[in-house]
């Protein structure tokens, strides 16, 4: 069973409890938190449900129940106790056409009742389609603590400052305006106990049209994905990306970590591969700037980190060609990636105190880049996009000193659900790729250590 969780309208509109006691007891304090008319179907109350029958917040139905009963009403619940007689009911109320939660039935269940956070106006509602109660409320609890208590009276003053802020800010400005209220000053002094001073500050922004240096035009953020696992993100990369207006990504870039982005944001795909550009890359540059001096929020996606073999010095040049204000946003780059996935480390204490970030192509026909002087023992290299030039990778390494022997290591599609750890030697390096079949997002990582220079007449690669 799938499901795809919703908020329901309750106003004016009837919720059905088909029970009397304790368990109906539960779905009551739930529907509680909303303003439905909650409708108690049963001939006799627990005392819990008899005191709000009698302060007016439910009504009591002792009659027959029938479909009629259920008819129109925005849910209901059956909680009666009985396996039996809740089966019973739940035919009743299907017969009215109502969705309906039978407690611990999850199969007779069209809905089910999540764990909810409660910061009115602000609910967070967290399920585990009944599979799963323990972990929801597990998860409640992480969330409660990352909520301010205050959280929702910001939110409740937002929405009455919405009209002010649909009069005094322009509109290509208001997403902008929200998210400093969201995110910065106000909602750092609201959730310290400082409401007062928050909600002036909100006040005098919208007075001034603006949030607080807001320049009223466009941005372009670049923004690194990572090596592919989305959880990998910075904090920073995944704000940038529910802030962004619209997004420029390539193939490299997971589907699941567009997913973090707002819904409404548009997507380009500018298709770069190695080799074979959809967009070349003044095209892509071009059209960020275009983007941003339309006022709007950019974000040019990239793998890995953006100034690692990324082409940001292109796009950067162009933004500030153009005046446009850039931010550079770091991201985990696929050597350390790599290296992680690997189990090993680029570096080691008194055996290797030198990285060497390279690559395998200089430009799309172009030759090795001159790596030969770093192949010193105390230095790691880290090869990217290196599958293709393997062969002279390993053969510009033994002309540099390396043993045929010496240990290498490749990994590809790191942190990716198609990864692949490999080792091999210097000599067979070039063949274990082609057997392994690895072409594409491939690292070559290998360590000099001192120790093994000792060891041998020349430099010795060795796995980490």
């Known amino acids: 069973m799938h499901s795809f969780p919703m908020f329901i309208r309750t106003t004016g509109r009837r919720v059905v409890i088909a029970g009397g006691g304790e368990q109906a007891a539960q779905k009551a304090r739930l529907m509680l938190k909303t303003d439905a008319q909650l409708v108690l179907a049963a001939s006799e109350l627990d005392p819990e449900l008899s005191a709000l029958v009698s302060s007016g917040r439910a009504t009591q139905h002792t009659g027959a129940i029938t479909p009629e009963l259920f008819r129109g009403a925005a849910m209901a619940f059956v909680a009666t106790g009985c396996p039996g007689l809740d089966a019973s009911l739940h035919a009743l109320v299907k017969a009215a056409n109502c969705p309906v939660n039978v407690v611990d039935q999850p199969a007779l269940c069209d809905l089910t009742t999540p764990s909810l956070v409660d910061r009115d106006p602000v609910v967070v509602a967290i399920g585990t389609e009944g599979t799963a109660p323990v972990l929801a409320r597990q998860i409640k609890t992480q969330v409660e603590e990352m909520l301010p208590p205050n959280l929702g009276g910001l939110a409740a003053f937002a929405g009455r400052m919405r009209d002010s802020v649909a009069q005094r800010v322009p509109r290509e400005g208001r997403r902008a305006f929200w998210r400093w209220v969201f995110a910065d000053a106000p909602r750092g002094l609201w959730t310290r106990g400082a409401e007062r001073e928050g909600a002036q500050r909100i ?8 949030a607080p240096g807001e ?29 962004a207006d619209v997004i420029f990504y390539d193939r490299l870039v997971e589907e699941d970590v567009l997913e973090l982005a707002r819904r409404d944001a548009e997507r380009v795909y500018v298709g770069k591969v190695v080799g074979a550009h959809a967009w070349p890359q003044d095209r892509i540059s071009a059209a960020i700037v275009a983007e941003a001096q339309k006022g709007r929020r950019v974000v040019r996606l990239k793998s890995g980190d953006p100034g690692i073999f990324g082409r940001l010095t292109e796009e950067l040049d162009a933004a500030r060609a ?33 990285l060497v970030l390279t690559t395998g192509r200089l430009r799309e026909e172009g030759d090795l880049p001159d790596f030969a002087p770093h192949v010193r023992p105390g230095t790691t290299l880290a090869f990217y996009m290196a599958a293709a030039g393997a062969d002279r990778i390993a053969a510009r390494m033994i002309e540099a000193g390396v043993s045929g022997a010496a240990q290498v290591t490749v990994v590809a599609s790191a942190t990716k659900p198609g990864e692949a750890t ?35 007449r020349g430099p010795r690669l060795v796995a980490g």
């Open 322 to 354: 153009a005046n446009v204000p850039c931010e550079i946003v770091p991201g985990v780059t696929a050597a350390c990636a790599a290296a992680a996935s690997a189990g090993m480390p680029l570096t080691a204490r008194g055996e290797t105190d030198t």
């Open 203 to 210: 006040k005098e922004a919208i007075a001034k049209g603006a």
């Open 422 to 456: 490999f080792r091999t030697t210097a000599a067979d390096l070039a063949a274990t790729i082609a057997e392994q079949g690895v072409s594409g997002c491939a690292m070559i990582i290998v360590s000099l250590p001192r120790a093994a220079a000792g060891a041998s």
């Open 215 to 243: 320049h009223g035009g466009g941005s372009i953020a670049l923004v690194g994905a990572g090596p592919g696992a989305r959880d990998l993100l910075t904090m920073r990369a995944v704000q940038r990306l529910q802030e």
